[in-house]
């Protein structure tokens, strides 16, 4: 008898001891994860995941360390990875994430078809973002290898108390309605747009789609060949509008983030073709702005406002990780939920989750989100190429400051 009742004794130890280990609110378990973060602990971002972090070990019990790398994360992580470091989950741009370093990530289907604690019994793959799922899915080849989170569109960003003063009820839809807008704005002493030269490629690569569309454009980077008349109709468009008084002459010297600090920040400009990251980098310098969001209007024969580049960070998990499970828990804990509703919150950014507030700056921005039907690749390709980049900056600068007319500026182009 006695022998029965040690017994017993041992066999409830070892299910107390297995459900210790399961990491969920009964019981702790040893698993210490290690977190490589894209972000600075002083940035909003990485603020919130460190205060998620503490809340999620109290919860599960699951340690995470986090090495807040910051950008420079792009050179240290391939190190660090080819030499077996210890890193068990890693984030960054949801492509180069999946293109730079595909060949160290955990394929993640079979984690996506359960349910979790935040995700109210339905599998995580349906509570969240399904377009920027699916955008994962495609470049990992049919699997999903990382987990977008902090979505990002580039649409026009706005001051909509500059345009209620200038008499604009509602933001551009067509190439002759920003016209006006501008117009309407000059006419009360404000500029409508400006740009900075860390988006003048992007400025023309989105004015190229718009102008001939995205596979045009795409062809314009490969071949190397910018003798198309669209050029030359970009070239006499910004032309008019300096002239005009409706392009920021100053975005001709403007270093980022000179143009969204000096101009838009300050009320001197009105408009910037931007990403909706943009409230939140100048939050500090215009915390009372409120803003609007619209597509850039078609100009010509391309692709109008259904077609816009969007994208994410994302999270990677290490394939040589010990903790799959533990990790992948850790990542539904940031993107469903509570916390992917901070995170959205402080750091004026999209949610992932689906049923997550969206911040009240970027209500706008939805509307333009959930209306595209057209992915646009990153400045539809004019950054692809540091040559081509480097010409369009140069020759867009001279054009704005009158160097160059539309003409010489296709010339130029076109060499």
């Known amino acids: 008898m006695k022998r029965r009742i040690v017994l017993a004794a041992v066999a409830l130890a070892a299910l107390l001891g297995l459900a210790g280990c399961s990491g969920n609110k009964s019981g702790g378990t040893s698993a210490k994860i290690v977190y490589w973060s894209m972000w600075n602990e002083t940035e909003p971002q990485g603020q919130v995941i460190a205060r998620a972090a503490d809340a999620f070990t109290k919860e599960t019990g699951i340690g995470v360390d986090i090495n807040f790398n910051g950008r420079e994360i792009r050179k240290t992580l391939q190190p660090a990875l080819d030499a077996g470091e210890t890193i068990d989950l890693f984030d960054e741009d949801i492509e180069r994430v999946s293109n730079t370093w595909g060949n160290h990530l955990l394929p993640l289907n079979e984690y996506i ?156 400009v009105a408009m910037y073709l931007n990403g909706t990251w943009l409230p939140n980098e100048i939050k500090g310098n215009a915390p009372t702005m409120r803003w609007g969001a619209f597509a850039w209007p078609a100009f010509g024969s391309g692709d109008g406002s259904e077609a816009n580049n969007f994208g994410s960070q994302s999270f990677g998990i290490n394939k040589n990780t010990k903790y799959p499970e533990e990790t992948f828990r850790f990542i539904v804990w940031l993107t469903s939920g509570e916390w992917d509703g901070t995170l959205a919150k402080e750091s004026i950014g999209i949610p992932m989750g689906n049923d997550s507030a969206w911040p009240e700056a970027l209500a706008e921005a939805k509307a333009v989100v959930d209306s595209t039907t057209k992915r646009l690749p990153w400045a539809v390709g004019m950054e692809d190429s540091p040559d081509i980049n480097a010409k369009i900056k140069e020759n867009f600068a001279k054009l704005i400051m009158g160097s160059l007319n539309a003409e010489q500026f296709a010339e130029a182009m076109a060499k």
């Open 113 to 268: 078809a359960k349910s979790y604690s935040t995700t109210d019994g339905k599998p995580y793959g349906e509570v969240i973002n399904k377009t920027l799922l699916d955008l994962a899915r495609s470049l990992g080849g049919g699997q999903v290898k990382n987990i977008p989170y902090q979505p990002s569109a580039f649409v026009t960003m706005y001051n909509k108390d500059l345009f209620e003063q200038a008499g604009i009820s509602d933001p551009p839809k067509t190439g002759e309605e920003l016209l006006e807008a501008c117009a309407k704005l000059k006419a009360i002493g404000v500029t409508g747009i400006t740009v900075d030269d860390a988006y003048m490629a992007a400025f023309f690569g989105y004015n190229m789609d718009r102008l001939v569309g995205a596979d045009a454009t795409l062809a314009m980077v490969k071949n190397n060949d910018f003798t198309g008349p669209q050029v030359l109709a970009f070239g006499q468009l910004i032309e008019m509008m300096v002239q005009n008084g409706y392009f920021s002459q100053k975005a001709a010297s403007n270093i980022y983030p000179a143009g969204q600090v000096e101009e838009i920040a300050t009320g001197k």
